[in-house]
């Protein structure tokens, strides 16, 4: 598995070798990636949508909008991306790649891309050879896309030469190896690294609570980054969909405020950093109600209590420990950062806006500023891996001061 946790988009044009593209993401699942797909409107005269679905396990998507009138974003599309595999590429989709013609969704994600491009060119042979076809694929590997050349054989016209897509397993190989080369950083080797995700549910009676809208994304990929950096992570999340990708990671769940206190003061002296990326609840009732409560006049009252605050008592009881909190605001959003990191006494703390679109719950993005006592960074939106890597550059860097 390993292309574990990578996220692999997957734009499939309108050539015969898109009959290829069932094995190749049938494959990146087996590795462990998570994959979309997205096809151009020819594509579907090769390929089935569903058959494609099942195999992604996630909707295949081909217009700018579904059937039933929502946006299908291609900006989210692309910022979810590890990497987005174009197979086949046609000569006609090169070509509008390198020349800007956004016509179609997998042109507008293409153009919404941070991440790296790999392309697979299929076509004929004299299409292939064709001076505006080598003149396209040297313009594309000019921008920095990496190119899976086409493979000499038997060609879908009867023809026999250069031009049929590379195998499914070498697409795959070679997405696999670019990873592998930029995923060598293990600079978190031998560190035990707490981390808390997701929101908490304060009960109110067997079948109510309060919660909140956090699903855990930013914590589990806080968890799998600091993972893959060689560390010994401990993850405590609150009730959240999220899986666990990678390994290194013991993961408890927990439901309340005061069991994720409780767990996370089992694990506390014992770690070198800890991540406070849980959306915990500030109050929780006073009283459960053992038996459903029922509809009884117009209004009711629930009488809350404050509930631990966790990670102001990590730094009251910090010795070695490197803390990093998290702020989530909605306004003063500086202000109140800065005023977190000196009372829950901090070395860091990430701020996250709700005011930012694609920030904060939920999304598969976040977008970001972190204060230290001297020192703060901006950054662009971006995927929550990327960002939990930017966190942890940041935080490693401050470590070694
Ligand atoms: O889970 P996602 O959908 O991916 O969303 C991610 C996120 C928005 C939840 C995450 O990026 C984030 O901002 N987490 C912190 C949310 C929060 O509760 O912020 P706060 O400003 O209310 O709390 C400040 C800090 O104190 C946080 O680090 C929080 O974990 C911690 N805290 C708060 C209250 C409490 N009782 N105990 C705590 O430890």
Not at 167 to 177: A, F
Not at 288 to 317: C, F, H, Y
Not at 366 to 385: A, G, H, L, M, V
Request: glycine content about 6%; charged content about 25%; aromatic content about 6%.
């Amino acid at each position: 598995m390993n292309l574990e946790g990578k996220r692999i988009l997957i734009i499939i044009t309108g050539g015969i070798a898109a009959y290829k593209m069932n094995t190749a993401v049938r494959g990146f699942i087996k590795e462990g990636a998570e994959v979309k797909v997205i096809l151009t409107p020819a594509a579907k005269d090769f390929v089935t949508p569903l058959t494609l679905s099942v195999l992604s396990r996630n909707e295949v998507l081909w217009d700018l909008s579904s059937s039933s009138g929502t946006w299908n974003n291609h900006v989210e599309l692309a910022l979810w991306s590890d990497a987005i595999l174009v197979a086949p590429c046609t000569a006609n989709t090169l070509s509008k790649m390198v020349h800007g013609a956004c016509d179609n969704l997998a042109m507008a994600v293409y153009m919404s891309a941070k991440c790296p491009v790999f392309i697979a060119p299929a076509m004929d042979l004299d299409m292939y050879r064709h001076p505006s076809t080598r003149q396209n694929i040297q313009r594309a590997q000019d921008f920095g896309h990496i190119l899976i050349p086409a493979e000499e054989g038997e060609l879908a016209s009867g023809l026999h030469g250069e031009g049929r897509m590379a195998e499914p397993e070498h697409l795959i190989e070679t997405v696999r190896q670019y990873f592998e080369s930029k995923d060598f950083i293990k600079n978190m080797a031998g560190k035990k690294v707490l981390i808390t995700a997701g929101p908490t549910y304060e009960a109110i009676d067997p079948v109510r609570f309060i919660g909140n809208h956090s699903s855990g994304k930013m914590g589990f990929a806080l968890a799998e980054e600091a993972a893959k950096r060689g560390a010994d992570v401990i993850l405590i999340s609150g009730p959240s969909h999220e899986k666990i990708k990678g390994n290194h990671i013991q993961l408890i769940r927990v439901t309340s405020a005061k069991e994720m206190f409780q767990e996370v003061f089992r694990y506390f002296s014992g770690i070198d950093m800890a991540i406070a990326s849980a959306a915990v609840a500030d109050y929780a009732p006073k009283e459960v109600a053992a038996e459903k409560i029922k509809k009884d006049g117009d209004s009711m009252t629930i009488e809350l209590v404050k509930n631990p605050d966790i990670l102001k008592t990590m730094g009251e009881q910090k010795k070695k420990q490197f803390l990093i909190g998290f702020a989530l605001e909605t306004q003063n959003e500086e202000a109140h950062a800065k005023e977190k990191l000196h009372r829950k006494n901090l070395d860091m703390i990430v701020l996250n806006s709700l005011r930012d679109s694609g920030a904060g719950f939920q999304t598969d993005t976040n977008r970001i500023r972190i204060f230290t006592e001297s020192q703060e960074k901006e950054f662009p939106i971006k995927p929550k891996s990327a960002v939990a890597a930017d966190i942890l550059d940041f935080a490693v860097a401050q470590m070694a001061k």
